[in-house]
């Protein structure tokens, strides 16, 4: 026997009964032509073992070794004749389930490569000389995400879906702790998730104790509604994404102040190019910014970001009092302590509505609005604030399963590719079983 051949076709498990293998290659086709020793069998109707051999067939089982070139088995299957009630069966196959005709290592392989974020049925296809068909029908034969359990922390958040979709936003829950999904809802509207969050057990719903979210009402009308025990924390992140957004409406509304309306930015006022050129100095952290020398083509001299920051501030008091205010905020939300902070916070609240610019009045308001959830975000679990960033970076994982596959019509199966390529434990249902010495 070919040794060498049987490790070659992945096959290790079955030398001991593998009667005979001989390997060919035949228009790029390599054809592993293989005979089983004789078993003992029972007959799948009566259960007799007497029985005689009423023949050969033989099977074409898909095994996927190679990326060049397609694989198959063909097996020459003994048929047996059961003396007692004359029932015709075949000797049990190890390749491949019943019914199936691709082999387990291949199922295997395919289901391991699936989950991989990056992988779609259309590239493991092309790696397993399969059709994308075949690629899909493994993954819904054995594929079949359950949700967890809700832990005691979880965080809620949105991705965009498809134009395709009925519903074009999903919704994900994650746990905090394990970064893991619980579970991924077709839509965020409020409805739908209402009726989701009622058939939740209430041994569950009442084990949540925090929940994260980004600032949008109908989460924090669901988590209050439905999760009783819970708090609700927001996303600092979407806090100062606002704050941001306000600070450059106000430079922008400064700098078309000094706006020439050249042919070319170099030939515009110099401080209206500065504020166009260094815009980021305004939203980026202080302290991110690149510490060297940096470049100012309209005068070539290099400045110190300390230099920069200087004259862009220097020549309009708006906009030194926004950048100010703005920088006072970040401060205390890299800062604050969750048992001492509502003074200060308070106080901040009070400094942006009472400011003589309405895009600080406006930011005042959702302040107000969210002060218990902004507050809440301030508290630590195991060394961790609580946030939405690994929400964030799973849904960026989720962007690109969506992108790689140019879109899914077929939700369920969106949802569990998923999970199946996020979640560490997931399961396959009816796992193919190799036979084993």
């Not at 004789?38 to 067939?57: A, I, L, N």
């Amino acid at each position: 026997m070919n040794y060498d051949t049987i490790k070659f076709m992945n096959l290790e498990g079955f030398a001991y009964i593998i009667k005979s293998i001989d390997l060919t290659k035949t228009n790029n086709v390599l054809s592993c032509n293989l005979t089983l020793k004789k078993r003992d069998e029972v007959c799948p109707s009566c259960q007799s073992k007497d029985y005689t051999v009423h023949g050969y067939y033989t099977k074409k089982i898909t095994h996927s070794i190679s990326n060049s070139s397609p694989c198959f088995i063909l097996y020459k299957a003994r048929r047996y004749r059961c003396k007692y009630c004359e029932k015709v069966f075949y000797e049990t196959n190890p390749f491949s389930l019943e019914g199936d005709q691709t082999s387990t290592y291949t199922i295997l392989a395919v289901l391991d490569t699936l989950r991989s974020h990056t992988s779609t049925f259309t590239s493991v296809a092309a790696q397993f000389n399969l059709t994308k068909q075949n690629v899909i029908n493994i993954f819904d034969n054995y594929v079949d995400c359950g949700r967890k359990k809700f832990p005691k922390i979880i965080s809620i958040d949105e991705f965009y879906t498809s134009k395709l979709s009925r519903y074009k936003y999903a919704c994900t829950i994650l746990d905090f702790k394990s970064k893991e999904i619980v579970e991924i809802y077709s839509s965020r509207r409020m409805n739908h998730l209402a009726n989701k969050f009622t058939i939740l057990p209430d041994s569950e719903r009442n084990n949540v104790k925090i929940i994260i979210i980004d600032m949008w009402e109908p989460y924090r009308d669901l988590a209050k509604r439905y999760f009783k025990k819970a708090i609700v924390a927001v996303d600092s992140f979407h806090v100062i994404k606002h704050l941001n957004d306000a600070v450059i409406k106000i430079r922008l509304k400064v700098m078309n102040k000094y706006n020439k309306r050249t042919s070319t930015l170099k030939s515009n006022d110099m401080y209206y190019y500065m504020l166009k050129k260094f815009h980021y100095f305004f939203v980026k952290n202080f302290e991110d910014i690149y510490q060297g020398y940096i470049k100012i083509p309209k005068i070539h001299p290099k400045w110190k970001r300390d230099e920069i920051l200087k004259y862009l501030l220097a020549n309009d008091d708006d906009l030194k009092y926004s950048y100010r205010l703005k920088e006072k905020y970040r401060e205390f939300n890299l800062t604050a302590d969750y048992d001492n902070c509502e003074e200060e916070f308070d106080s901040l609240i009070y400094d942006f509505n009472n400011s003589h610019l309405e895009e600080f009045r406006e930011f005042g308001r959702l302040l107000l609005n969210w002060r218990t959830e902004i507050i809440n975000s301030l508290i630590r679990v195991e060394g961790r604030r609580l946030s939405n960033s690994a929400i964030e970076g799973v849904n960026s994982r989720i962007k690109t399963i969506i992108k790689n596959a140019n879109g899914y019509t077929n939700f369920n199966r969106l949802r569990n590719k998923i999970i199946f390529s996020i979640n560490k434990d997931v399961a396959i249902k009816a796992v193919p079983i190799k036979t084993k010495k």
